[in-house]
């Protein structure tokens, strides 16, 4: 969904004021957040959140402006809640405000990226690369979001991994059976390894947001049939 620009403003003294239009922002409270991923479907407890949101991003060199827009997730859907100018030199920084606890998308136009506010959290910074935007993500201070994109980062390997593996074995013999039988010994290690991953990172902090989502997804999948 690309955000329309929002009508010129009024000054003060009612003319219009000049520079490019700001993207238009509706705020609405998030009732509920889904995690990008594996399926997260409980609705967890939502607290207020006022914290400065800030980083910078790496962009081209040309004088197009360009907004930094925030989203709450609600089901399928991206709800624009704030935005900001990104200076000349790729920095940003939102107004400290109440905000849900839970998963939001942060990004320029269609390019963005998932993270995870929590009141427990005093700062997010995040650290940008050049577009796309998923391809380069660092933050400091949120302790919620580095375990989220560590996972995230493990599990776009892996699914890589996993698609080479059923590429390799689509070109086999159907009966080669020790090649058959090594690549599913690898396939099944990989997944192994995420698995162990995700569990590590939700040891980390069982009370974290992030860890209360996984486990509440794993509840779901071990009482469907």
């Keep these: 969904m690309r955000m329309p620009a929002a009508p010129p403003s009024l000054s003060a003294r009612g003319k219009r004021a000049t520079g490019p239009s700001r993207p238009s922002t509706v705020y609405t409270s998030p009732s509920s957040t889904q995690m990008p991923g594996p399926r997260m479907?409980?609705?967890?407890i939502q607290e207020s959140l006022m914290v400065p949101v800030s980083g910078s991003v790496q962009l081209p060199a040309d004088p197009q402006p360009r907004w930094m827009v925030l989203h709450a997730i609600r089901g399928q859907e991206r709800l624009p809640l704030d935005s900001v100018r990104v200076d000349r030199k790729g920095r940003f920084r939102f107004r400290p405000r109440a905000y849900p606890l839970g998963y939001y998308r942060l990004g320029i136009g269609e390019d963005q990226i998932d993270l995870i506010l929590n009141p427990k959290e005093h700062t997010v910074q995040i650290g940008l690369g050049?577009?796309?935007?998923?391809?380069?993500?660092?933050?400091?201070?949120?302790?919620?979001?580095?375990?989220?994109?560590?996972?995230?980062?493990?599990?776009r390997d892996a699914q890589e991994r996993l698609r080479a593996i059923a590429?390799?074995?689509?070109?086999?013999?159907?009966?080669?059976?020790?090649?058959l039988t090594r690549l599913a010994q690898e396939e099944d290690q990989v997944k192994e390894r995420l698995s162990t991953l995700l569990e590590r990172l939700v040891q980390q902090d069982s009370t974290s947001?992030?860890?209360?989502?996984?486990?509440?997804?794993?509840?779901l999948m071990a009482a469907l049939p």
């Excluded at 479907?41 to 967890?44: A, F, K, M, P, Q």
């Excluded at 050049?130 to 599990?155: C, H, I, M």
């Excluded at 947001?209 to 509840?219: E, L």
């Design 41 to 44: 479907s409980e609705t967890l």
């Design 130 to 155: 050049a577009p796309p935007l998923q391809n380069d993500v660092t933050f400091t201070g949120s302790p919620e979001n580095q375990r989220l994109w560590e996972y995230k980062r493990a599990s």
């Design 167 to 179: 590429g390799q074995r689509a070109m086999l013999d159907p009966l080669d059976i020790q090649s």
């Design 209 to 219: 947001y992030f860890a209360r989502v996984v486990r509440a997804d794993q509840r």
